[in-house]
């Protein structure tokens, strides 16, 4: 696909960015299963884990028209600094532009923060290219940050 059409088909998505709460906690357990046989990201598997993360991070489902196609979450750490903690998409709707159009909601919804930061994993390129092109840039890598035995890059976006 050239990268006119992509950008026409990104502008065209319309998605939908749904607060999600204990009751969706088996559906992003299924988005997180999507993508959960890859190194290059630390799914949250069990029921437990999502009732202790509800108690810290702000999730989203993310919908285009029917269809749930991933889920994003932040912390706010303090006043000025919030933490992305999470984007995936599942699988068949990866690479049509949905984490570019949710990442950009999320953004806005976090505009008020001096310092926004994420993890990804060093060989995500897509994802390091995303986030990249939204302002983030390379702060440091932390070897094992999950305890999963993988490295991340913390990426950070400044006022």
């Known amino acids: 696909m050239n990268r006119e059409k992509y950008l026409d088909q990104n502008e065209n998505l319309d998605i939908d960015l749904q607060v999600a709460s204990p009751l969706d906690i088996p559906k992003i357990i299924e988005i997180e299963k999507s993508v959960s046989g890859d190194k290059t990201y630390s799914p949250i598997l ?19 028209k029917n269809d749930l196609v991933g889920e994003v979450s932040y912390e706010i750490k303090d006043s000025e600094h919030s933490y992305i903690d999470g984007l995936v998409i599942k699988p068949e709707f990866q690479g049509k532009g949905f984490a570019r159009k949710a990442m950009e909601k999320i953004m806005e919804e976090l505009k008020i923060y001096k310092r926004i930061d994420l993890v990804t994993h060093p060989k995500n390129k897509r994802a390091i290219r995303l986030y990249e092109s939204l302002g ?7 070897e094992n940050y999950f305890g999963d035995g993988e490295p991340r890059i913390v990426m950070v976006f400044k006022k």
């Not at 884990?49 to 919908?63: G, H, M, R, Y």
């Not at 983030?136 to 932390?142: C, G, P, S, T, Y």
């Open 46 to 64: 069990t029921e437990e884990e999502w009732q202790e993360a509800f108690k810290k991070v702000k999730t989203f489902l993310i919908k285009n």
């Open 136 to 142: 983030f840039k390379i702060e440091k890598q932390v």
